[in-house]
């Protein structure tokens, strides 16, 4: 059970958009720290996709963006593409567990 | 280019002893904390240890405090997490990664060495 909750999988078709939210407690979202995700193929490393709740790295496409509310947090991601198929966690720090926790993971299928 | 490069992995039996290292290449390594985030076998991240620029602070998530030990040689650019009395829970790609500061993301991933503890 990951401190922070993701759904498990979302699908969309090419070019629609899908949100993926994590919801987190007053320890770690709510308590008002960041929120970063990132995109994990299967045999690569992850990649940071959005850190400090909604700012892109170098590189990123803008077609990935964050936000948070409250104790909860949202990856919305525009104009699906196929190479888009991947893994998304989301991340924070936890002030009663002294962590960085993670999200169980959600797995995008881009149909 | 910037990038991290894990080696040590490998296959070894319950209670034994591993010592993964991570070399830094492409940035200045003193300036930046780092961590290790590890993925079992078809399950998500978890965050194993992190420690500051200077080891000045140390943290360690609860699956793994007392048997592992994160260090770094700045002047050699290199991460080192020693991990003891591993169990087969233990089993996990371990992946070093560079933190923007503890808890504020992690920017800079490694691709990964894989440690298997069973008998």
């Known amino acids: 059970q990951s401190v922070l909750t993701q759904p498990p999988s979302v699908s969309g078709a090419p070019g629609q958009r899908v949100t993926i939210s994590c919801t987190g407690t007053?320890?770690?979202?709510?308590?008002?720290?960041?929120v970063h995700w990132y995109q994990h193929l299967p045999g690569t490393a992850p990649k940071l996709l959005i850190y400090?709740?909604?700012n892109r790295p170098s590189g990123v496409p803008d077609r990935f963006s964050g936000s948070k509310s409250g104790t909860s947090a949202s990856l919305a991601i525009s104009g699906l593409q196929a190479e888009d198929e991947a893994d998304y966690y989301c991340?924070?720090?936890?002030?009663?567990?002294?962590?960085?926790?993670f999200g169980g993971g959600t797995k995008l299928t881009v149909l | 280019e910037v990038q991290l490069v894990e080696s040590g992995g490998g296959l070894v039996q319950p209670g034994g002893s591993l010592r993964l290292s991570c070399a830094a290449s492409?940035?200045?390594?003193?300036?930046?904390?780092m961590s290790w985030v590890r993925q079992a076998p078809g399950m998500g991240l978890e965050w194993v240890s992190y420690?500051?620029?200077?080891?000045?602070?140390?943290?360690?998530a609860d699956s793994v405090r007392g048997r592992f030990t994160l260090s770094r040689d700045n002047a050699k650019n290199s991460l080192y997490l020693q991990m003891n009395s591993l169990r087969d829970e233990d089993t996990a790609v371990y992946y070093c990664?560079?933190?923007?500061?503890f808890g504020g993301g992690m920017d800079v991933w490694g691709q990964g060495t894989t440690v298997t503890v069973s008998s």
């Open positions: 991340h924070a720090y936890d002030m009663s567990l002294s962590a960085s926790v």
């Open positions: 007053s320890s770690n979202i709510g308590a008002g720290y960041d």
């Open positions: 400090g709740n909604s």
């Open positions: 492409g940035f200045t390594f003193t300036n930046y904390d």
């Open positions: 420690i500051s620029s200077s080891s000045r602070a140390t943290y360690y």
């Open positions: 990664a560079r933190e923007l500061t």
